[in-house]
């Protein structure tokens, strides 16, 4: 028998010359190229790589309300009002979702999504990671601000749910029970309060186009997200199980919440003019304020949880620093530490890192800007010095900021 020619190996799949493919790999009997490859592994996921709900059951680990809370106080300094009602909340919708049948009455438990209001650097993204991370579930971070309305350039909605996709490494069951975390969800508020006459397609027209997806409705997915890939097949899933938490900072919304409470206090019932701050304003907060911030009623009848998170103070940030199990203090400890270098920071240091986080108005996100600008160039001489011990001060830690960057920045 002759030996087959180069020319005339043809994958016994799809019949395609060995010149045609990028990779085609022999058998005993027969090849096989890389694009059949790539279609068989597919249909073996979907046919048979499906989890069954009872075995999503089993990954899912559903803690109590103060269970969440206590394992959330490990990452999220603070905001006790936000995590209790987030617990809540996700606790109510596992619940919920392993019921095995109906009640007795044939009731039905609605799903509860929840729109969070804080400013920047609060801890808003953080709590709704730990609470995915607890609860073995997949979970997403979306951005408001890249979407825009269907047929324009940007990324429609149902990108969000690619993401989830990914993340649930494409297990459509397990994604249908996951969570989504649409960001700076402020960003597309309508620009007046009235209905817009005119096409807003990065603001209402976003707001419009989710309604659907936060209801629960059978969604056609790109699994491999936007248009690039008109010609990849999409894939079909329900969002009635998915938990959508919205963040926002929501910039100016206290001027809202100060206005409406003043003109609600007449006479006897006035609210003591020392209230009026920042610090507390947010708790006033309700949905009548986020609608005329620009959300439109619909959307905000889809989130019937609202919360907030309170601006930091200088004794949480502090806390940031040393408390919590990745506190930041203890990460760059340990990052001296690999180089055999003991690094000591000083009270005094934290306390000036903090006051420049507040000064600058930039949130718990600051400080890792902030520590960044000091230790910059001890980290990048001390691997090659033959030292065990560096100690932070204030007068260098002052010293190091001013050369920075950071320091240039303008108070908002």
Do not use: W
């Not at 395609?16 to 790539?38: F, P």
């Amino acid at each position: 028998m002759s030996k087959p020619t180069e020319e005339s190996i043809r994958c016994s799949f799809c019949g395609r010359e060995k010149k045609e493919v990028n990779v085609l790999i022999a058998g005993i009997t027969g090849h096989i190229c890389d694009s059949c490859i790539t279609q068989a592994h597919s249909i073996v996921k979907e046919e048979g790589g499906v989890k069954s709900k009872d075995e999503i059951e089993k990954t899912l680990k559903l803690l109590t309300p103060k269970e969440i809370v206590q394992n959330l106080s490990l990452h999220v300094i603070g905001q006790d009002e936000a995590k209790k009602v987030l617990s809540v909340a996700v606790y109510n919708h596992y619940k919920r979702l392993l019921q095995k049948n109906k009640t007795k009455d044939n009731i039905e438990i609605e799903k509860s999504n929840i729109i969070m209001v804080g400013e920047t650097g609060t801890g808003k993204t953080l709590l709704a990671k730990s609470i995915a991370d607890l609860l073995n579930v997949p979970f997403c971070i979306a951005d408001a601000t890249v979407l825009t309305e269907a047929g324009y350039v940007g990324e429609d909605v149902e990108s969000i749910l690619s993401r989830l996709l990914q993340a649930a490494d494409y297990d459509v069951q397990s994604a249908q029970r996951g969570i989504v975390f649409i960001d700076e969800i402020d960003k597309v508020a309508r620009k007046s309060d009235n209905p817009s006459i005119t096409r807003d397609v990065s603001g209402e027209g976003v707001q419009q186009a989710m309604l659907k997806l936060l209801e629960g409705a059978q969604v056609n997915v790109p699994p491999q997200g936007g248009r690039k890939h008109p010609e990849q097949k999409m894939i079909q899933i329900d969002t009635k199980n998915i938990l959508f938490i919205c963040g926002g900072a929501f910039d100016g919304i206290s001027k809202i919440i100060e206005r409406r409470v003043k003109s609600q206090s007449i006479g006897f019932s006035t609210i003591p003019g020392e209230e009026f701050n920042n610090e507390i304003m947010l708790s006033h907060v309700n949905q009548l304020d986020v609608k005329k911030y620009g959300l439109i009623p619909e959307l905000i009848g889809r989130f019937p949880v609202l919360t907030y998170l309170h601006p930091l103070n200088k004794e949480t940030l502090l806390s940031i620093l040393t408390d919590p199990q990745n506190a930041l203090t203890k990460q760059y400890i340990k990052l001296f530490e690999m180089d055999d270098i003991n690094l000591i920071i000083k009270k005094e240091v934290l306390e000036f890192i903090v006051d420049k986080a507040i000064l600058l108005n930039l949130g718990a996100r600051g400080l890792r800007s902030i520590c960044e600008a000091i230790l910059t160039d001890s980290m990048f001489n001390a691997p090659d010095k033959d030292i065990k011990e560096l100690i932070i001060d204030l007068s260098y830690a002052e010293k190091q900021f001013s050369k920075s960057k950071v320091s240039k920045l303008k108070v908002a």
